[in-house]
């Protein structure tokens, strides 16, 4: 777990979502992760980073978000916060089964779920949490024409209305507003009219 500012608090594969995510928008982070050894193209990190200034942001009335005020955010983040010392998809590979099975723990958990794949992107993983969650109405999805199971994705997400962004040029701030479009964001927003 990792207090990245007053408002939001991350978690890894591993970590046990607690007592202080009680009250937070919990949202889970699933899809491909960086294929690119330099971290380059770690799109959990830029997300987590962009969160944070929006939730910070929203503290001031005069520039922040009024959607995102006065939220606590919990991010279950499926990439582990240090590369896997043995990445052997095996059920005898306790890192394999402990990823695996936090990323599932967190979905069940999540308010909201981004689904985000790479392009370049074949890892099996991201799929099946894909299917798993398809019908639960609370993921969104990113995801670019060029990944290899595009056409299996965008019939997914239109038979099961799930929003689908295009792979270039999507934000952080589209991405939260896309989820706070969702059922169980709708329940969190509080919004009362001054009488």
Do not use: H
């Amino acid at each position: 777990m990792e207090q990245i500012s007053e408002n939001v608090i991350v978690y890894y594969p591993g970590d046990v979502v607690g007592e202080e995510a009680t009250g937070s928008v919990k949202i889970a982070l699933v899809g491909s992760s960086s294929y690119d050894p330099s971290g380059a193209y770690a799109w959990e990190q830029k997300f987590i980073e962009g969160v944070a200034y929006y939730a910070d942001r929203s503290m001031n009335s005069k520039t922040g978000l009024v959607m995102f005020k006065n939220l606590n955010y919990a991010i279950l983040c499926g990439k582990p916060a240090n590369p896997l010392q043995n990445p052997e998809m095996s059920v005898d590979n306790p890192e394999f089964t402990a990823k695996t099975t936090s990323n599932f723990d967190f979905c069940d958990q999540a308010d909201g779920i981004i689904f985000n794949f790479l392009k370049k992107s074949q890892a099996p993983a991201p799929l099946l949490l894909f299917g798993n969650y398809a019908q639960s109405q609370k993921m969104i999805c990113r995801c670019p024409a060029e990944y290899y199971a595009y056409p299996m994705v965008k019939l997914m997400c239109e038979r099961y209305q799930i929003p689908l962004y295009p792979g270039k040029m999507v934000s952080v701030l589209l991405m939260l507003q896309g989820l706070f479009t969702l059922p169980a964001f709708q329940q969190v927003q509080q919004f009362n009219l001054p009488e």
